[in-house]
Protein backbone atom coordinates (compact mmCIF):
# COMPACT_ATOMS: atom_id res chain seq x y z
CA UNK A 1 0.00 0.00 0.00
CA UNK A 2 1.18 3.58 -0.97
CA UNK A 3 3.11 5.61 1.86
CA UNK A 4 0.02 7.87 3.36
CA UNK A 5 0.84 8.32 6.49
CA UNK A 6 -2.60 8.40 8.53
CA UNK A 7 -3.36 9.72 11.97
CA UNK A 8 -6.62 8.63 13.54
CA UNK A 9 -8.44 10.91 16.27
CA UNK A 10 -7.27 9.24 19.18
CA UNK A 11 -11.00 8.88 20.86
CA UNK A 12 -13.57 7.85 18.52
CA UNK A 13 -14.87 4.61 17.41
CA UNK A 14 -17.17 3.17 14.47
CA UNK A 15 -19.01 1.46 12.51
CA UNK A 16 -22.45 1.46 10.73
CA UNK A 17 -25.22 0.70 11.93
CA UNK A 18 -27.75 1.01 8.55
CA UNK A 19 -30.04 4.05 10.24
CA UNK A 20 -29.93 5.03 6.42
CA UNK A 21 -30.05 8.39 7.83
CA UNK A 22 -27.19 9.63 5.51
CA UNK A 23 -28.87 7.76 2.26
CA UNK A 24 -31.81 10.50 3.37
CA UNK A 25 -30.16 13.26 4.53
CA UNK A 26 -27.54 13.67 1.72
CA UNK A 27 -27.80 14.62 -2.03
CA UNK A 28 -25.20 12.15 -3.29
CA UNK A 29 -23.09 13.49 -6.28
CA UNK A 30 -21.51 11.56 -8.69
CA UNK A 31 -18.60 11.43 -11.30
CA UNK A 32 -19.24 11.01 -14.84
CA UNK A 33 -17.25 7.65 -14.29
CA UNK A 34 -19.67 6.68 -11.54
CA UNK A 35 -22.94 7.48 -13.58
CA UNK A 36 -21.35 5.15 -16.28
CA UNK A 37 -20.66 2.24 -14.00
CA UNK A 38 -24.15 2.58 -12.57
CA UNK A 39 -25.50 2.17 -15.86
CA UNK A 40 -23.56 -0.53 -16.61
CA UNK A 41 -25.20 -2.40 -13.56
CA UNK A 42 -28.08 -2.10 -15.47
CA UNK A 43 -30.91 -1.17 -12.96
CA UNK A 44 -34.22 -1.87 -13.61
CA UNK A 45 -38.04 -1.92 -11.66
CA UNK A 46 -37.25 -5.54 -10.74
CA UNK A 47 -34.47 -4.87 -8.96
CA UNK A 48 -36.90 -2.73 -6.60
CA UNK A 49 -35.65 0.96 -8.29
CA UNK A 50 -38.85 3.07 -8.70
CA UNK A 51 -39.78 2.90 -12.36
CA UNK A 52 -41.56 6.71 -11.95
CA UNK A 53 -38.30 8.10 -10.19
CA UNK A 54 -34.63 8.27 -11.99
CA UNK A 55 -31.76 6.80 -11.04
CA UNK A 56 -29.40 9.49 -12.04
CA UNK A 57 -30.56 12.90 -12.54
CA UNK A 58 -28.33 15.68 -14.11
CA UNK A 59 -28.51 18.97 -14.36
CA UNK A 60 -26.64 22.23 -15.18
CA UNK A 61 -25.34 25.06 -13.17
CA UNK A 62 -26.15 28.56 -14.74
CA UNK A 63 -22.56 28.66 -15.68
CA UNK A 64 -23.42 25.45 -17.92
CA UNK A 65 -21.29 23.33 -15.51
CA UNK A 66 -23.06 19.35 -15.72
CA UNK A 67 -24.03 17.82 -12.13
CA UNK A 68 -24.78 14.31 -11.96
CA UNK A 69 -27.30 12.78 -8.14
CA UNK A 70 -28.37 9.66 -7.14
CA UNK A 71 -32.45 10.02 -7.47
CA UNK A 72 -34.64 10.39 -4.49
CA UNK A 73 -37.68 9.02 -3.63
CA UNK A 74 -40.88 10.95 -2.72
CA UNK A 75 -40.10 9.47 0.63
CA UNK A 76 -36.88 11.25 0.56
CA UNK A 77 -34.51 8.05 0.91
CA UNK A 78 -32.44 7.57 -2.40
CA UNK A 79 -33.56 5.24 -4.98
CA UNK A 80 -30.79 2.31 -3.99
CA UNK A 81 -32.24 2.16 -0.35
CA UNK A 82 -34.09 -1.11 0.32
CA UNK A 83 -37.09 -1.76 2.81
CA UNK A 84 -34.75 -2.98 5.21
CA UNK A 85 -32.73 0.28 5.40
CA UNK A 86 -29.66 -1.19 3.02
CA UNK A 87 -27.96 0.14 -0.03
CA UNK A 88 -28.53 -2.19 -3.37
CA UNK A 89 -25.33 -1.62 -5.13
CA UNK A 90 -23.47 -2.32 -1.98
CA UNK A 91 -25.69 -6.09 -1.70
CA UNK A 92 -25.49 -6.91 -5.38
CA UNK A 93 -21.83 -5.54 -6.99
CA UNK A 94 -20.33 -4.99 -3.16
CA UNK A 95 -18.91 -1.99 -1.42
CA UNK A 96 -16.47 -0.74 -3.94
CA UNK A 97 -19.43 -0.49 -6.67
CA UNK A 98 -20.52 2.07 -4.57
CA UNK A 99 -20.30 5.84 -5.12
CA UNK A 100 -17.38 7.52 -3.42
CA UNK A 101 -19.40 9.87 -1.08
CA UNK A 102 -20.97 6.62 -0.15
CA UNK A 103 -17.92 5.05 0.27
CA UNK A 104 -16.28 7.54 2.63
CA UNK A 105 -19.17 8.84 4.52
CA UNK A 106 -18.33 9.79 7.73
CA UNK A 107 -15.14 9.88 6.95
CA UNK A 108 -12.90 13.36 6.17
CA UNK A 109 -9.68 12.98 5.23
CA UNK A 110 -7.44 16.30 5.69
CA UNK A 111 -4.10 16.62 4.46
CA UNK A 112 -1.67 17.97 7.33
CA UNK A 113 1.68 18.10 6.03
CA UNK A 114 3.62 14.63 5.61
CA UNK A 115 0.55 13.15 6.79
CA UNK A 116 -3.09 13.22 6.46
CA UNK A 117 -5.37 13.31 9.35
CA UNK A 118 -8.75 12.11 9.34
CA UNK A 119 -12.06 13.51 11.18
CA UNK A 120 -15.67 12.37 11.17
CA UNK A 121 -18.81 13.86 10.70
CA UNK A 122 -21.40 13.82 13.66
CA UNK A 123 -24.51 13.90 11.51
CA UNK A 124 -23.91 10.03 11.43
CA UNK A 125 -25.85 9.08 14.96
CA UNK A 126 -23.04 6.41 15.41
CA UNK A 127 -21.05 8.66 15.73
CA UNK A 128 -22.38 10.71 18.13
CA UNK A 129 -22.89 8.05 20.11
CA UNK A 130 -18.91 6.81 19.64
CA UNK A 131 -20.50 3.08 18.46
CA UNK A 132 -18.75 0.22 16.61
CA UNK A 133 -15.23 -0.73 16.11
CA UNK A 134 -12.04 1.27 16.96
CA UNK A 135 -10.72 3.71 14.55
CA UNK A 136 -7.35 1.60 15.14
CA UNK A 137 -8.67 -1.44 14.08
CA UNK A 138 -9.80 -0.26 10.94
CA UNK A 139 -7.04 1.63 9.31
CA UNK A 140 -6.35 -0.65 6.66
CA UNK A 141 -9.69 0.25 4.92
CA UNK A 142 -8.93 3.40 5.68
CA UNK A 143 -5.55 3.73 4.47
CA UNK A 144 -7.25 2.31 1.70
CA UNK A 145 -9.98 4.63 0.94
CA UNK A 146 -7.95 7.90 1.63
CA UNK A 147 -5.72 6.65 -1.35
CA UNK A 148 -9.41 7.40 -3.25
CA UNK A 149 -9.40 10.71 -2.06
CA UNK A 150 -6.16 12.35 -1.33
CA UNK A 151 -4.53 13.61 -4.28
CA UNK A 152 -1.03 12.49 -4.92
CA UNK A 153 0.19 15.89 -4.22
CA UNK A 154 -0.76 16.66 -0.89
CA UNK A 155 2.42 16.57 0.72
CA UNK A 156 3.00 20.15 -1.38
CA UNK A 157 -0.38 21.75 0.15
CA UNK A 158 0.74 24.66 2.69
CA UNK A 159 -0.62 24.82 6.63
CA UNK A 160 -3.77 26.90 6.11
CA UNK A 161 -3.16 30.33 7.81
CA UNK A 162 -3.12 30.97 11.43
CA UNK A 163 -4.69 34.74 10.80
CA UNK A 164 -4.91 36.82 7.76
CA UNK A 165 -1.73 38.29 8.66
CA UNK A 166 0.30 35.24 9.85
CA UNK A 167 1.74 31.88 8.24
CA UNK A 168 3.53 29.00 9.44
CA UNK A 169 4.90 25.82 8.40
CA UNK A 170 3.34 22.71 8.90
CA UNK A 171 5.71 21.56 11.65
CA UNK A 172 4.51 24.95 13.70
CA UNK A 173 1.31 25.10 12.41
CA UNK A 174 0.62 21.49 14.04
CA UNK A 175 2.23 22.85 17.25
CA UNK A 176 -0.56 25.17 17.39
CA UNK A 177 -2.79 22.52 17.02
CA UNK A 178 -1.61 20.45 19.67
CA UNK A 179 -1.55 23.19 22.09
CA UNK A 180 -5.57 23.39 21.44
CA UNK A 181 -6.21 19.79 21.71
CA UNK A 182 -3.81 19.47 24.93
CA UNK A 183 -7.04 22.76 26.27
CA UNK A 184 -9.29 20.59 25.41
CA UNK A 185 -8.31 17.47 26.46
CA UNK A 186 -7.20 19.00 30.76
CA UNK A 187 -7.88 16.24 32.89
CA UNK A 188 -10.62 17.32 36.08
CA UNK A 189 -11.09 20.30 34.32
CA UNK A 190 -15.45 21.08 33.58
CA UNK A 191 -16.23 20.95 29.57
CA UNK A 192 -17.06 24.57 29.73
CA UNK A 193 -13.34 25.64 31.47
CA UNK A 194 -11.44 23.94 28.64
CA UNK A 195 -13.63 25.52 26.12
CA UNK A 196 -13.07 28.51 27.23
CA UNK A 197 -9.38 28.19 27.66
CA UNK A 198 -9.57 27.15 24.28
CA UNK A 199 -10.48 30.04 22.94
CA UNK A 200 -8.51 32.82 24.86
CA UNK A 201 -5.49 30.87 23.88
CA UNK A 202 -6.57 30.90 20.14
CA UNK A 203 -7.12 34.15 21.01
CA UNK A 204 -3.71 35.00 21.98
CA UNK A 205 -1.94 32.90 19.04
CA UNK A 206 -3.98 35.36 16.61
CA UNK A 207 -2.23 38.29 18.68
CA UNK A 208 0.60 36.88 18.54
CA UNK A 209 3.78 37.21 15.82
CA UNK A 210 5.40 34.61 14.65
CA UNK A 211 8.01 35.73 12.33
CA UNK A 212 10.53 35.61 14.86
CA UNK A 213 10.05 31.82 16.36
CA UNK A 214 9.26 28.65 15.23
CA UNK A 215 10.38 24.58 16.46
CA UNK A 216 10.86 24.57 19.94
CA UNK A 217 11.29 28.17 20.46
CA UNK A 218 7.64 28.06 19.22
CA UNK A 219 6.35 25.58 21.32
CA UNK A 220 8.45 26.74 24.27
CA UNK A 221 6.30 30.14 23.39
CA UNK A 222 2.76 27.73 23.48
CA UNK A 223 3.82 26.50 26.74
CA UNK A 224 3.96 29.99 28.48
CA UNK A 225 1.14 30.75 26.58
CA UNK A 226 -1.22 28.05 28.01
CA UNK A 227 0.58 28.52 32.01
CA UNK A 228 -0.63 32.23 30.98
CA UNK A 229 -4.56 31.08 30.05
CA UNK A 230 -4.94 28.53 33.14
CA UNK A 231 -3.98 30.90 35.29
CA UNK A 232 -6.34 33.64 33.80
CA UNK A 233 -9.41 31.72 32.75
CA UNK A 234 -10.89 30.54 36.00
CA UNK A 235 -15.03 30.35 37.03
CA UNK A 236 -13.78 33.78 38.80
CA UNK A 237 -12.95 35.20 35.79
CA UNK A 238 -15.92 34.16 34.03
CA UNK A 239 -18.98 34.92 36.04
CA UNK A 240 -22.26 33.65 34.00
CA UNK A 241 -22.86 36.98 32.05
CA UNK A 242 -25.90 37.52 30.18
CA UNK A 243 -25.07 37.59 25.87
CA UNK A 244 -26.00 41.27 25.16
CA UNK A 245 -29.35 41.79 22.75
CA UNK A 246 -26.84 42.15 19.83
CA UNK A 247 -24.93 39.10 20.55
CA UNK A 248 -27.98 36.87 20.92
CA UNK A 249 -29.69 38.34 17.51
CA UNK A 250 -26.53 37.55 15.71
CA UNK A 251 -26.29 34.09 16.93
CA UNK A 252 -30.19 33.61 16.56
CA UNK A 253 -29.04 33.96 13.08
CA UNK A 254 -26.47 32.00 12.56
CA UNK A 255 -28.22 29.10 14.73
CA UNK A 256 -31.10 29.41 12.19
CA UNK A 257 -29.20 28.21 9.50
CA UNK A 258 -27.67 25.22 11.60
CA UNK A 259 -31.32 24.78 12.33
CA UNK A 260 -32.23 23.91 8.80
CA UNK A 261 -32.91 20.87 6.64
CA UNK A 262 -31.52 20.93 3.35
CA UNK A 263 -32.51 17.53 1.88
CA UNK A 264 -33.34 16.79 -1.56
CA UNK A 265 -37.07 16.97 -1.17
CA UNK A 266 -36.36 20.45 0.86
CA UNK A 267 -34.54 21.89 -1.94
CA UNK A 268 -36.76 20.42 -4.81
CA UNK A 269 -39.33 23.11 -3.23
CA UNK A 270 -37.20 25.93 -3.76
CA UNK A 271 -39.31 28.43 -4.40
CA UNK A 272 -41.29 28.10 -2.02
CA UNK A 273 -38.81 27.07 0.47
CA UNK A 274 -36.68 30.64 -0.15
CA UNK A 275 -39.87 32.76 1.30
CA UNK A 276 -39.96 30.57 4.10
CA UNK A 277 -36.74 30.85 4.71
CA UNK A 278 -36.97 34.90 4.49
CA UNK A 279 -39.79 34.67 6.73
CA UNK A 280 -38.24 32.89 9.18
CA UNK A 281 -35.34 34.72 9.09
CA UNK A 282 -37.39 37.68 9.88
CA UNK A 283 -38.82 35.62 12.89
CA UNK A 284 -35.25 34.81 13.95
CA UNK A 285 -33.76 38.02 13.82
CA UNK A 286 -36.66 39.85 16.27
CA UNK A 287 -36.42 36.69 18.86
CA UNK A 288 -40.16 37.23 20.12
CA UNK A 289 -42.72 34.91 20.09
CA UNK A 290 -42.88 31.06 18.63
CA UNK A 291 -39.76 29.91 16.73
CA UNK A 292 -40.69 29.27 12.90
CA UNK A 293 -40.36 25.27 12.63
CA UNK A 294 -37.14 24.87 10.25
CA UNK A 295 -37.73 20.48 9.93
CA UNK A 296 -39.63 18.30 11.49
CA UNK A 297 -37.42 17.24 14.27
CA UNK A 298 -38.91 20.37 16.26
CA UNK A 299 -42.28 21.05 17.96
CA UNK A 300 -43.70 24.13 18.98
CA UNK A 301 -41.52 26.58 21.51
CA UNK A 302 -40.82 30.25 21.92
CA UNK A 303 -37.98 32.19 21.89
CA UNK A 304 -38.15 32.90 25.60
CA UNK A 305 -38.86 29.08 26.31
CA UNK A 306 -35.11 28.83 25.53
CA UNK A 307 -33.53 30.96 27.83
CA UNK A 308 -34.13 29.80 31.03
CA UNK A 309 -31.85 27.48 32.83
CA UNK A 310 -32.05 23.68 31.54
CA UNK A 311 -28.94 22.29 33.98
CA UNK A 312 -25.69 22.15 33.66
CA UNK A 313 -23.77 20.30 31.29
CA UNK A 314 -23.57 16.27 32.78
CA UNK A 315 -20.56 14.19 32.05
CA UNK A 316 -22.20 11.89 29.52
CA UNK A 317 -22.39 15.10 27.33
CA UNK A 318 -19.23 16.52 28.31
CA UNK A 319 -17.54 13.90 27.10
CA UNK A 320 -19.77 13.96 23.52
CA UNK A 321 -18.42 17.59 23.44
CA UNK A 322 -14.82 16.65 24.38
CA UNK A 323 -15.03 13.88 21.87
CA UNK A 324 -16.48 16.14 19.30
CA UNK A 325 -14.35 18.96 19.80
CA UNK A 326 -11.10 17.25 19.94
CA UNK A 327 -12.02 15.20 16.42
CA UNK A 328 -12.35 17.90 14.97
CA UNK A 329 -8.91 19.80 16.26
CA UNK A 330 -7.60 16.72 15.50
CA UNK A 331 -8.57 15.87 11.85
CA UNK A 332 -7.87 19.89 10.87
CA UNK A 333 -12.11 20.06 10.31
CA UNK A 334 -12.27 23.39 11.18
CA UNK A 335 -9.89 25.48 9.11
CA UNK A 336 -7.89 25.95 5.44
CA UNK A 337 -9.69 23.65 2.79
CA UNK A 338 -11.51 21.92 5.29
CA UNK A 339 -13.79 24.57 6.13
CA UNK A 340 -13.90 26.95 3.83
CA UNK A 341 -10.45 28.28 3.25
CA UNK A 342 -10.85 29.94 6.73
CA UNK A 343 -7.36 30.63 8.93
CA UNK A 344 -6.76 28.88 12.07
CA UNK A 345 -7.74 31.50 14.83
CA UNK A 346 -11.45 32.26 13.27
CA UNK A 347 -12.03 28.52 11.84
CA UNK A 348 -11.49 27.43 16.15
CA UNK A 349 -13.98 30.51 17.36
CA UNK A 350 -16.86 28.96 14.49
CA UNK A 351 -16.09 25.62 15.39
CA UNK A 352 -16.27 26.84 19.61
CA UNK A 353 -19.55 28.65 18.68
CA UNK A 354 -21.12 24.94 17.76
CA UNK A 355 -21.23 24.30 21.65
CA UNK A 356 -24.04 27.21 22.13
CA UNK A 357 -25.20 25.99 19.07
CA UNK A 358 -26.20 22.71 19.52
CA UNK A 359 -27.26 23.67 23.94
CA UNK A 360 -29.53 25.79 22.21
CA UNK A 361 -31.12 23.53 19.37
CA UNK A 362 -31.18 20.85 22.92
CA UNK A 363 -33.28 23.03 23.94
CA UNK A 364 -35.68 23.53 21.37
CA UNK A 365 -36.03 19.77 21.25
CA UNK A 366 -36.55 19.51 25.17
CA UNK A 367 -39.28 22.36 25.35
CA UNK A 368 -40.54 20.54 21.85
CA UNK A 369 -40.95 17.22 24.77
CA UNK A 370 -42.63 19.53 27.35
CA UNK A 371 -39.32 19.30 29.45
CA UNK A 372 -37.58 21.86 30.84
CA UNK A 373 -34.10 19.82 31.51
CA UNK A 374 -31.88 18.47 28.56
CA UNK A 375 -31.26 14.94 28.33
CA UNK A 376 -28.16 13.81 26.38
CA UNK A 377 -30.49 12.29 23.85
CA UNK A 378 -31.41 15.97 23.08
CA UNK A 379 -27.62 17.13 23.27
CA UNK A 380 -26.60 14.35 20.53
CA UNK A 381 -29.51 14.80 18.25
CA UNK A 382 -29.03 18.67 18.49
CA UNK A 383 -24.79 17.99 17.59
CA UNK A 384 -26.06 15.32 14.67
CA UNK A 385 -28.42 18.39 13.26
CA UNK A 386 -26.03 20.76 13.68
CA UNK A 387 -22.75 19.37 12.40
CA UNK A 388 -24.80 18.00 9.27
CA UNK A 389 -23.88 21.63 7.90
CA UNK A 390 -20.99 22.71 9.93
CA UNK A 391 -17.90 22.52 6.57
CA UNK A 392 -20.40 21.17 3.84
CA UNK A 393 -23.39 23.72 3.13
CA UNK A 394 -21.46 26.95 1.38
CA UNK A 395 -23.84 29.09 3.47
CA UNK A 396 -21.11 28.77 6.43
CA UNK A 397 -18.65 29.89 4.47
CA UNK A 398 -20.21 33.06 3.06
CA UNK A 399 -19.42 36.66 3.83
CA UNK A 400 -21.94 37.08 5.84
CA UNK A 401 -21.82 34.09 8.16
CA UNK A 402 -18.24 34.59 8.17
CA UNK A 403 -18.68 38.41 9.51
CA UNK A 404 -20.92 37.61 12.01
CA UNK A 405 -18.15 35.33 13.72
CA UNK A 406 -16.01 37.29 13.94
CA UNK A 407 -18.16 40.32 15.02
CA UNK A 408 -18.84 37.58 17.71
CA UNK A 409 -15.69 36.83 18.54
CA UNK A 410 -14.16 40.31 18.75
CA UNK A 411 -16.96 41.47 20.96
CA UNK A 412 -16.17 38.56 23.61
CA UNK A 413 -20.20 37.29 22.90
CA UNK A 414 -18.95 33.52 22.24
CA UNK A 415 -17.86 32.95 25.73
CA UNK A 416 -21.12 34.58 27.10
CA UNK A 417 -22.95 32.49 24.69
CA UNK A 418 -21.24 29.30 25.94
CA UNK A 419 -21.62 30.53 29.63
CA UNK A 420 -25.23 30.87 28.84
CA UNK A 421 -26.13 28.21 27.03
CA UNK A 422 -24.26 25.50 29.27
CA UNK A 423 -26.76 26.59 32.51
S1 LIG B 1 -26.00 4.60 -3.22
FE1 LIG B 1 -26.38 3.25 -1.47
S2 LIG B 1 -25.10 4.09 0.21
FE2 LIG B 1 -25.25 5.69 -1.38
S3 LIG B 1 -27.00 6.97 -0.71
FE3 LIG B 1 -27.81 5.39 -2.14
S4 LIG B 1 -28.47 3.71 -0.81
FE4 LIG B 1 -27.15 5.02 0.43
Known sequence: MSGIR????????????????????????????????????NWTPADGIPASTPA????????????????????GGCVFLDDAGLCRIHA?????????????????????????????????PSVVSNKGRSLDAQSDDLRRLALDVVPDSYRR????????????????????????????AKPRVPFLMRLLCALYLVDLIGQSKFEKISGARLREFLDLVVQATEAEVTEENFPNQEPTAAGRMQFRMLTA????????AVLARRWRNRWTLLRSAVAFAKGKGTIPILQESFGTATFSDLEGEFGSVTEEMAEIFTRYFRVKVQGLHFCGAAYYDVPFVEGFQ??????????WL????????????????????????ADHHHGYSPIFGSGSFRRRV??????????????????
Open 6 to 41: LQLPTLQNWSCHSCSGCCHQHDIEITDAEKERIERQ
Open 56 to 75: IVTTRSLLGKKRHTLGHRPD
Open 92 to 124: KFGEPAKPLACRVYPYAFHPAGKSVVVSLRYSC
Open 157 to 184: LPAPDVSPQQRLDWSDFLSLVDAVDGML
Open 257 to 264: QYARKDTH
Open 350 to 359: SLALMFPVVM
Open 362 to 385: ARWLAVSDNRRTLTTDDVSRALAI
Open 406 to 423: RLLASTKEIEKLCCWYAR
